[in-house]
């Protein structure tokens, strides 16, 4: 989209998120799931396989599965054009356009993400989510100062909300001022060119749930003003967002609950205290050698931000299943995992709730004896989720033969490996192709180790003259 005249305006650049190359459309987030009973979201990819569901349906295509075959119409024998790569396909006794991933509009005409407006005194920035009337995620200016860490700004103008503020098409639209008057002023980055040109960007973070997950977007509007009269451009880049935090043991007598690094389907050793987004973990939950219990089975798991339980909650595994609605919380790809019968391994993503840094993860368990350790068992779990068709779902059980309980982790978190080292206060540097880091710690640890030494050499060397002082004057005397 040009604009006349003097402005120039370089397009978004989007987001890596957790290490992986963004997509504009990913099964994982939360309402985006590939249609029901055709679809299955592939966890290690965001990608609907349209073909692998149980049974198996024929006669479905596109990026989320919604697209008939039969329904596809060639383009020569369309009544419309499908721009952007869209495809024409009937509905009925008229023609329509399926849009792919980053367009929309009756002809796709229209990109989700993209810079409506840019002159001297405004920007506007448009925002259409996949499935966006039933999005219920929130829209947020970020502050320049953070845009690693990725604070939100405080004044409410400056975000919008899934449920409330969608227009008329079920878009976000933000028509933001560059002048201080604005109170997203805070958030506006402003640099000359070397051509003489003023840039202006404002960053945007997309959450398509209540946490923030490895899979949301956050993207960068660039409104540059010229004076040189030269209109046109667009800009790509990448910036990746971290999600990071420290764990704290469980102390509930039966069992305890842990939180694991993982590669894939291996367990690692406890977490350090920082997490970033996205990064692989196990919550381990198992009993403890004393315990008179012969087996467990966790029923259920909840992430939520405050100690005392209230406020948001993220119920990631239910009846002992994989959630379909949490797969950016969840890798239904490793689901869960029976080490033996004392401990279970729940596969999960590192994430962060809005607001604060306080992470609580709490799973319920069953406590089972030999004599009915059939509770504890495993039946299937839905293939929806993308998972093994093989899980921990829920058995009918007689609550009077089985005991329940429940065990709580915490966790601080913060938003980037970044911001880690910085904490850490760890320095990266390359010589001859070899990468060195060295953090604030180990200096620290090496200067008192040093001090100490030297304290000690020299308080030797004082007990050495004053020793032989003494025995020369012990010597004198007689």
């Known amino acids: 989209m040009g604009f006349p005249g003097q402005y120039l305006f370089l397009l978004m650049f989007v987001v890596q998120t957790g290490g992986q190359t963004w997509k504009p459309y990913d099964c994982r987030r939360v309402n985006s799931q590939c249609r029901l009973n055709v679809g299955v979201c592939m966890t290690s990819t965001g990608m609907c396989d349209c073909k692998a569901a149980i049974p198996k349906v024929e006669g479905f295509e596109g990026f989320d599965c919604n697209l008939e075959t039969n329904t596809i119409v060639a383009p020569s024998n369309c009544g419309i054009t499908c721009l952007n790569g869209g495809t024409c396909y009937r509905s009925g006794t008229s023609h329509m356009c399926y849009c792919s991933e980053e367009y929309t509009g009756p002809t796709c005409e229209q990109a989700r993400v993209d810079v409506t407006l840019c002159n001297e005194t405004h920007i506007g920035m448009y925002i259409k989510p996949h499935h966006a009337s039933i999005f219920n995620g929130r829209i947020s200016i970020i502050q320049p100062a953070s845009f690693d860490s990725e604070l939100l700004l405080s004044d409410p ?24 008057s604005s109170p997203c002023y805070e958030g506006l980055r402003i640099t000359n060119q070397s051509n003489g040109a003023i840039r202006y960007e404002y960053k945007m973070r997309v959450n398509y749930g209540l946490v923030q997950t490895f899979v949301d977007e956050t993207h960068s509007f660039v409104c540059e003003i010229n004076p040189n009269g030269n209109t046109g451009g667009v800009r790509v880049g990448t910036q990746r967002v971290d999600l990071n935090g420290t764990t704290v043991t469980g102390t509930h007598t039966p069992g305890t609950l842990r939180i694991l690094t993982r590669s894939g389907l291996t367990p690692g050793e406890e977490a350090s205290r920082l997490l970033y987004i996205g990064q692989q973990l196990f919550v381990e939950v198992s009993l403890k050698s004393s315990s008179t219990y012969t087996s467990l089975a966790v029923d259920s798991c909840v992430a939520f931000p405050n100690r005392d339980g209230t406020g948001q909650k993220i119920e990631f595994l239910t009846n002992r299943c994989p959630n379909a609605d949490y797969l950016s919380v969840i890798d239904t790809s490793v689901g869960t995992i029976q080490q033996s019968s004392k401990t279970v391994l729940v596969a999960m993503y590192a994430i962060r709730f809005q607001q604060t840094n306080d992470l609580f993860i709490s799973c319920n368990i069953t406590l089972c004896r030999e004599s009915n350790k059939g509770l504890c068992e495993a039946v299937d779990c839905p293939v929806q989720t993308g998972g093994p068709s093989r899980g921990f779902g829920r058995r009918k059980r007689d609550s009077d033969e089985a005991e329940y309980v429940s065990l709580t982790q915490h966790a601080m978190v913060v938003q980037s490996e970044a911001e880690i080292d910085a904490i850490r206060g760890c320095k990266t540097r390359t010589i001859y192709q070899t990468t060195e880091t060295s953090c604030l710690q180990n200096t620290v640890f090496l200067v008192v180790t040093a001090v100490s030494v030297l304290l000690l050499t020299v308080t030797l060397v004082i007990a050495i003259v004053l020793c032989r002082r003494c025995s020369y004057m012990h010597k004198t005397s007689k």
């Open 157 to 180: 103008a400056c975000s919008k909300n899934g449920q409330n503020d969608k227009e008329a098409d079920n878009s976000f639209l933000f028509i933001v001022s560059l002048d201080s």
